[in-house]
């Protein structure tokens, strides 16, 4: 990437980190950290920036997340991690809503102090082997049965890779409950311009001195432009050369990954 | 139903007949005949009216949904259906499509004669069990690797009962791999024009001497009355009195069920 026209990081306090395809590649079932980016992270600590990491991640709780990143040689903490089931229970609890969980079995911590009984809303994440035929049925059911059904999305998402191959991911299986239900997801999760904001209070930086950095072009880059921030797109991850000819969004920058986007942020300050 | 205004129904020649809901309730899981449906087919078949049932029944062979339907008491003939899985292999012979098949195991004979190896396109049915998360995924990947992929969709319902409740149908699944893979389905079956113009050929009867009468104000109905027909409403099967005031469709009568509608159209003749 070229040095010239970066000067807009000068004013720099804070960097939004998307996580899978910028730190590592792999899904769920596993993950190899990409080159240069465990470095990456200790280098922007060292440096005084403030660093949050903003991920759509449903299959886990933050603690567990936390965890794998930790042994892949991630310094990150659990505080430093925006994810839409946290995200999510603060919406049920404003609205006093008391979800049917179709989602992860390992995610199902993270809603521990919600109140689960008597259903008046059905709130999806990536379930994986839990999107069963019989499970999918009865959040349909639950649904329909509503004077006014509430559908809760963590993201949108339509496929992952993982290492045995595409998977659908859980903006699938909204759109399938969506229709048959005649109803529209709320979805919690990025590119959602609430959950960005979410993201920004935890950084505890305005948009206008933060960056994200991100490999998906319209989750990440498109998302956090619309909320004020600079976005850059990193060459990894997700990334595909026709992202450059994207129709509606166009990053502040690309680079070729995270530490090369970190080489150059430093040099600005 | 008031006798008047039917002066129309002098015309008539053949019938189109749905069949669920309107010959008989529940779904593939069982069946009770409606009252005078049986005798009304009868009836049908002593007048001298030509009759087709049209139908988007995707879990069984016709000749098993025959079978079916004459235990109940119905006197129909396998030539007497027209049902998506037939229509669908019409279409994949004329265009060289090879499908993967996604369907009920008990509709897989229909397509006995259709070449399967190395897949050009996925065909979905109502593949109820079937409808796994490793089934999805591998439909998905599929197509997701077609340069151009197609997706054939027998049906496109919403959602159906059965005596242990509601079941998602076709149209979800559907909706959920045109959302991951970007693209459009093709629909073999009702409301599809070209599938009432098939049903219409085999009933052997123009449009304007054929009626269509079923429970559906959308598929039944409204795709019916796009091809030229007549259409009834039956207020039987999955009839609801909102239906009476859809905003885009309007039957060209209401019967309370099939016999009133018989009584009343031989009373034409």
Redesign the interface.
């Known amino acids: 990437a070229a040095m010239a026209g970066w000067g807009w990081a000068r004013a720099v306090r804070g960097l939004l980190l998307d996580v899978s395809g910028v730190l590592y590649d792999g899904g769920a079932d596993g993950g190899v950290p990409i080159a240069g980016s465990a470095e990456a992270v200790r280098r922007i600590k060292a440096s005084g920036l403030k660093l949050q990491l903003c991920t759509n991640e449903t299959q886990a709780t933050r603690a567990n997340f936390v965890r794998k990143l930790r042994a892949m040689g991630f310094d990150v903490s659990v505080a430093e991690v925006t994810a839409p089931a946290p995200a999510a229970c603060r919406l049920l609890k404003e609205r006093g809503l008391r979800p049917h969980l179709l989602v992860h079995d390992d995610l199902v911590p993270e809603f521990a102090e919600i109140d689960k009984t008597n259903p008046n809303c059905v709130l999806l994440g990536d379930a994986?082997?839990n999107?069963?035929?019989a499970n999918?049925?009865e959040a349909?059911?639950l649904l329909?049965e509503m004077e006014k059904p509430v559908l809760i999305s963590l993201g949108k998402g339509?496929?992952y890779k993982e290492t045995d191959?595409?998977?659908?991911?859980v903006?699938?299986?909204m759109?399938?409950?969506?229709?048959?239900?005649?109803v529209q997801a709320e979805v919690v999760g990025k590119p959602a311009k609430r959950f960005f904001e979410s993201a920004l209070a935890e950084l505890g930086v305005p948009a206008e001195q933060a960056i994200m950095i991100g490999d998906d072009i319209v989750s990440d880059v498109g998302g956090a432009q619309q909320c004020g921030m600079r976005a850059l797109q990193v060459r990894t991850g997700k990334y595909r050369p026709s992202d450059e000819n994207h129709p509606e969004v166009k990053p502040d920058a690309y680079v070729n990954n995270l530490a090369e986007a970190i080489d150059i942020i430093l040099q600005q300050l």
């Open positions: 994986a082997e999107f069963t035929y999918l049925n349909f059911r329909i339509r496929y191959g595409l998977k659908l991911d903006g699938a299986y759109k399938a409950l969506e229709y048959a239900c005649d």
